[in-house]
């Protein structure tokens, strides 16, 4: 069975798609192959990737989301579940539990040494310098999500809460009870997976709204820019930070490892 999942680009990691490495590779050790006649997904909103493996492979949906409403239920899908209700919802099904980026605090024990009050996590796509020397000058600590998987844990547990415009930083600092609090810097902002995340877990979704910033930028426009993003910066650190009830996290935890023995089992039945 292959493990499918997205990749930016050659040379490039995202820190929520990398996690299908760690936490499938925990739970299902030396099970993967190249063999796409039957294909798993796992993490990440990536329904729309099944197309390219239409009508040759079965796909195995293990907690994926879809990228919109517009995503339908194809005939090569086999559902376990879903991520969140929005998804269920657009493939006519309910069978959602939540985003299975919530085990990392099972399969990567993480010191909590807590030595910023703030952190900010771009989404990969904004991920640059002028973001990071802005922030850095705030005393904030700047966490790219193209750092492997292991440092953006730890630099995720050295703060007490995390603005993230990454959804993945978001749904890792819930899993190790860290507070967060969502940002958008960029247009094409997928509301629609935030909310089918953030309604999985039973969390009230509002993002705050950030100038962007671009590398290139320079002269006049470069500090205006940054003025801005840093009195808007200031401004969401005084907002109250979101966080999972502990109970509805564990509830999820445990639903999700029911549904790994499961798939286990039937593993064992098909071999």
Known sequence: MKLHYYRPEENVI???DELNKYIWE???PNFFNEDSAKVFFGIGTILRAAKKYYPNSEIVIFGSGAHSESQKLEANFNVLFVRGPLTA??????KWITDPGILTSKVVIAKKEKRYRFSYMPHFSTDNCSYKQVVEKLG????????PVEEVIKKINKTEILITEAMHGAIVADAYRIPWIPVKSYQSFNYFKWNDWTQSMNIKLTVSILPRLYESMSGFKKIVKEKLFSSK???ICKLPPSLSDEKIAQQKIDELEKEIFLFKQNIKLYN
């Open 14 to 16: 995202n820190f929520g």
């Open 26 to 28: 925990h739970y299902f």
């Open 89 to 94: 919802k657009a493939l006519g099904i309910n």
């Open 140 to 147: 904030i600590q700047y966490i790219s999500p193209k750092l």
């Open 233 to 235: 910066i200031k401004k």
